[in-house]
């Protein structure tokens, strides 16, 4: 039986970045960027005023002074006259900055607080409170430097990157494809969520779970359905997602060893199987391989399972198939609240974990059964138990992993 971290490396080793694509702007938020990008100007463009004021020569620093306004400089407008000791400009935030002035005085600070929309500039104004040598400046460059390397290349996309890539007049970006991820559910018991329960069915769950952890993490999503319990619809829901070139198959439930579990001999006559037992609780039976070239996952069917099994080895995979530059997932470690007992295999239980007096604690929630989905939606970490550990006293510190 392979470790989880064996399985894991596996897994990784057969996934490569899918191919990258050019996007506009308004469509890259989210994206995963491909290329680094490197500013191909400075931030801020120009010296500009960060108040609207009176741009000042360095002679008149000192208050109080009254000065002739002999420009009106509006955000997005420029002025050449350079201004001399004894002037000044009425300036916006924004505006740039015109020649010969070194500081820009508030409004507030001169007799002249008048803001109101269309009030013309004054003749003169009297400034009331001393600068200090370039206060109220943004120098050109401050943030950044033209030829500086801003972003790098596998970093996911958030709203401040895209504003910093629209400040550059960026209008397109160089992106990964999403990755094409297809989903297929198994069990002659399954029923599509809108349908009437039968006896003995039960609704079709695990796709959801799944889509909605694939969804969040940017993929174009390829529903296959439910196949039933046979040989030859499961092979048929596999041609599927070849023919709709999924870049992978993520498929739950039919993999351990029933009577009527079929996924796994489809992918051994059909491709390749990788493994199919990983030492970890809860998801035993976990397939991995390719099925006509496409890799493939065939995780366990109990809902619970299925969603560690994505969190573990899926969801790795799909940020080394997206493009993301790899980084372990971020972990924290907590107290336990009581004993635990475990079976020796890597187990990832459901926890809510807390601050208690200045610590983390961590504190099970209930019934640990992998069909139990609800002491799921109740946790908000996954607790883990290293392999080999058969029993923890309370007080242990633990690695858990915060889950959305
Ligand atoms: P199996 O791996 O096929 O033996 O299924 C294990 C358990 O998971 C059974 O109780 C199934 O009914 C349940 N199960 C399998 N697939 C799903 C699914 N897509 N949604 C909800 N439960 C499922
Ligand atoms: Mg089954």
């Known amino acids: 039986m392979l470790s989880v971290s064996e399985a894991r490396e596996r897994i990784l080793s057969v996934f490569l970045p899918v191919e990258s694509q050019t996007v506009s702007l308004n469509r890259a938020s989210g994206r995963v960027l491909a290329r680094d990008i490197v500013a191909e100007t400075d931030l801020p463009l120009f010296d500009n005023s960060s108040v609207d004021g009176f741009a000042l020569h360095s002679v008149d620093f000192v208050s109080p002074r009254t000065l002739n306004v002999l420009a009106d400089i509006r955000a997005g407008e420029t002025s050449e006259t350079p201004i001399q000791p004894g002037q000044s400009a009425r300036i916006m935030t924004g505006a740039s900055l015109p020649p010969g002035a070194e500081a820009v005085v508030m409004v507030e600070n001169t007799d002249f607080n008048v803001r109101t929309s269309g009030t013309p500039a004054p003749q003169t104004v009297t400034i009331h409170k001393s600068v200090q040598p370039g206060e109220n400046i943004r120098r050109r460059g401050e943030d950044l430097h033209s030829g500086d390397k801003v972003l790098s290349?596998?970093?996911?996309?958030?709203?401040?990157?895209?504003?910093?890539?629209?400040?550059?007049?960026?209008?397109?970006?160089?992106?990964?494809?999403?990755?094409?991820?297809?989903?297929?559910?198994?069990?002659?018991?399954?029923?599509?969520?809108?349908?009437?329960?039968?006896?003995?069915?039960?609704?079709?769950?695990?796709?959801?779970?799944?889509?909605?952890?694939?969804?969040?993490?940017?993929?174009?999503?390829?529903?296959?359905?439910?196949?039933?319990?046979?040989?030859?619809?499961?092979?048929?829901?596999?041609?599927?997602?070849?023919?709709?070139?999924?870049?992978?198959?993520?498929?739950?439930?039919?993999?351990?060893?029933?009577?009527?579990?079929?996924?796994?001999?489809?992918?051994?006559?059909?491709?390749?199987?990788?493994?199919?037992?990983?030492?970890?609780?809860?998801?035993?039976?976990?397939?991995?391989?390719?099925?006509?070239?496409?890799?493939?996952?065939?995780?366990?069917?109990?809902?619970?399972?299925?969603?560690?099994?994505?969190?573990?080895?899926?969801?790795?995979?799909?940020?080394?198939?997206?493009?993301?530059?790899?980084?372990?997932?971020?972990?924290?470690?907590?107290?336990?609240?009581?004993?635990?007992?475990?079976?020796?295999?890597?187990?990832?239980?459901?926890?809510?974990?807390?601050q208690e007096n200045g610590r983390l604690v961590a504190r099970l929630t209930g019934h640990q059964g992998s069909g139990n989905i609800f002491s799921l939606v109740r946790a908000n970490a996954l607790l883990i138990v290293p392999s080999g550990v058969k029993s923890l006293p309370a007080n242990s510190d633990v690695e858990i992993w915060p889950i959305a």
């Open 153 to 354: 290349a596998g970093m996911r996309l958030r709203a401040q990157e895209i504003g910093l890539l629209a400040m550059l007049g960026m209008a397109e970006v160089s992106v990964y494809r999403q990755p094409r991820f297809a989903l297929l559910s198994n069990g002659d018991e399954l029923l599509p969520v809108e349908a009437p329960l039968a006896p003995g069915k039960i609704h079709e769950s695990n796709s959801y779970v799944l889509a909605a952890l694939a969804e969040a993490r940017g993929v174009e999503l390829i529903r296959l359905g439910i196949a039933a319990d046979t040989e030859a619809d499961v092979r048929s829901w596999l041609e599927q997602a070849v023919e709709a070139k999924a870049d992978v198959i993520v498929s739950s439930a039919g993999v351990s060893v029933g009577a009527f579990d079929y996924v796994k001999s489809v992918i051994e006559e059909d491709g390749e199987l990788d493994f199919w037992k990983v030492n970890m609780r809860p998801g035993k039976p976990l397939a991995f391989g390719k099925y006509n070239g496409v890799p493939f996952f065939g995780l366990p069917g109990n809902p619970v399972s299925a969603f560690v099994g994505f969190e573990v080895f899926v969801r790795p995979a799909l940020e080394k198939l997206s493009g993301l530059e790899l980084r372990p997932r971020p972990h924290q470690m907590a107290c336990l609240t009581e004993p635990l007992e475990s079976d020796g295999r890597e187990s990832y239980l459901r926890a809510v974990v807390s």
